[in-house]
């Protein structure tokens, strides 16, 4: 295999394994084991196994955190939407969802990662900020929006995962983009 | 010592441990240590160390999750106040907070502690709740406003402490509260 294929498919595998079993279980014995090469080819390609989740991050951010709000014809409509499509996604690829609280909760304790999250967050707002402007003036007040959103967003995201309390979680996001569009 | 004082310093051992470093470096060993007993001791009173987080848990939220709302003459200033208090916690007791999330973390992977966490989350909406009655007069309405803002401020303190925006994540809350009781 290319040598950057290797890397992806190492980092592919270490979103994998997070989602599926948490940061505890995660090693760097089993992360060889699942990409199918030895240790010595994941220390040919990582210093340490303390910096695959700073790049596997970065992997799952670049393949979910542009968040494009849904073409509707008004505000509310499309936070809901973008809230039912998040939930689905949590419902249909948990592991996947797990992946992003475990590695936030790694951010926690690495400053490293913390640096990471913190501007794939800002890019994230900044793509859902646009696409809020198409309702609202201001750009300040559409980055703020955008804000509220994405925190709502997590902390629905975590206790429906945390919690597992799916109904009420689908009915509060409603009640929340009733209320930030009101 | 009597038994159930071993049984409560084990418990705030954990917890404090589990703030400090995350789950990854929480072990029986280590947490033996931290309460200065053998692990002899410690399996004595757990027959397993994964059983410690879930009364870890308990303990915290008994400590924590009953959450008072601020009495004041209108529903935003509460509001305002539950946040700001909320995030100067986060800010003196960051291990405290910390400890939260890990075991919330724990929660995605384990049915147990699932179940704790959503019954004491239960109870913590419940009691903010009945804060909010004093505003709002359906009780269904004020259930679903004290879902919405643990929700909201659960991932508000997530970023906080994950990604440490401090100053974006109080303005933003300002401005949920806002949103919120207009």
Redesign the interface.
Known sequence: MPEHKTRTKILQCAIQLLGE????Q?SASKLAAAAGISKATLFHHFRSIDDVPIEAFEVWSNDVLDIDLPATGDLYKALVKLGNHTFDVVDQQRDFL?AY??L??????DERL?FK??SS?DRAIETLASGIRRFVESKRAAN??A??V???????S??L?????EQ??R??WK??CR??T?
Chains 1, 2 share one sequence.
């Open positions: 079993n948490g940061a505890e995660f797990r609280f475990v936030l909760n790694k951010a926690m304790f913390r999250v913190a967050s703020d929006l804000r509220t994405l925190m709502q967003l997590d902390g629905a975590l206790h995962l945390a919690l597992g309390n009420e979680v009915r509060t009640l929340f209320k930030l009101k």
